[in-house]
């Protein structure tokens, strides 16, 4: 990405440096070998999330929820955060980002290093008991799945484990108000990876008197942004950081 292309977002952040939440989707985690929903190619040409990921699959159909699940994000751990996710830290590590609220479960974010994240749609890092309520690490569902037991039990009391991700037809998650707070509290949004369509998680997007944008594909909110730039997110955030001189 050309320098001078970069050059209005740059600005953009330094006078609202600070006071600049970030607001992620699946589209920053493409890059790191992760289908997002909606691109060609993404999980919507494949499933309905709504038959598969939902809460309602999770109490009728709880195998085939599993099966399913342990099969696309059971590899999360072993993928690689991206030239994005670091950048992003960088820029919060430098004072530029106050928060990055993130609509994905992958947890690149945090092993990139960025530390003020708020994970609105859960995490894969655990799940816990449907019964008890007590927590394990993901790694203990998926090695029962592996193993042939699916789905997974509860290593106390035996009932259902779920992921801690929310589900179609789940309450929001804890993240949600926070994030809504750090919005009305900041000054710019910046949007990367996400076509803003997932309700309500896009009300976030437009809390903030200024909004930027990058995202490869148009979104519902491009014509209210400040500024919007349609291409990668890697080569773009990194761009960033060059013109804004932070190694
Ligand atoms: P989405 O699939 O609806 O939209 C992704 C957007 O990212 C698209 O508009 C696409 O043009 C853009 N995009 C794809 N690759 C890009 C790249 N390299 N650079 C810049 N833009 C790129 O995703 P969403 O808005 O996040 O909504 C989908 C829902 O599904 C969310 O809740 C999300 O968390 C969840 N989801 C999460 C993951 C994950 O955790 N990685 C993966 C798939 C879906």
């Known amino acids: 990405m050309e320098a001078q ?28 070998g992760i289908p997002d929903f909606r691109s060609p190619g993404g999980l919507y040409e494949s499933i309905d999330p709504m038959e598969y ?11 085939r929820f599993w099966d399913y699940f342990a099969r696309l ?4 751990g072993h ?16 004072g530029y980002v106050h928060t990055v609220v993130t609509q994905n479960i992958d947890g690149l974010h945090t092993r990139a290093g960025s530390a003020n994240v708020l994970e609105v749609h859960g995490h ?8 008890c309520a007590h927590t394990f690490p993901m790694a203990e569902a998926l090695r029962q799945v592996a193993d042939g037991h699916c789905p997974p039990g509860c290593p106390r009391c035996g ?14 998650s804890q993240a949600f108000p926070q994030a809504i707070e750090a919005a009305r509290a900041s000054s710019l ?27 490869r594909d148009p979104t519902p909110a491009d014509a209210r942004a ?10 773009t955030l990194a761009a960033l950081l060059e013109t804004l001189g932070i190694p």
Do not use: Y
């Open 226 to 235: 400040d500024l919007v730039i349609h291409a990668p997110a890697g080569d």
């Open 159 to 172: 009932e259902l484990l779920r992921p801690d991700v929310v589900l179609f037809g789940d309450m929001l």
């Open 124 to 131: 894969v890092r655990t799940v816990h008991c449907t019964g």
């Open 53 to 63: 990921l939902s809460v309602w699959a999770l109490e009728r159909t709880p195998a």
């Open 5 to 32: 292309a970069i050059q209005p977002l740059a600005r953009l952040l330094r006078d609202h440096k600070g006071t600049t939440i970030v607001l992620t989707g699946a589209g920053i985690s493409t890059e790191s």
């Open 73 to 76: 994000f059971g590899s999360f």
């Open 189 to 215: 949004t910046l949007v990367v990876g996400s076509s803003l369509t997932v309700s309500p998680a896009n009300s976030i997007a437009v809390l903030s008197p200024h909004l930027a944008i990058i995202n």
């Open 79 to 94: 993928i690689q955060p991206n030239a994005g996710h670091v950048a992003l830290a960088r820029l919060e590590a430098e």
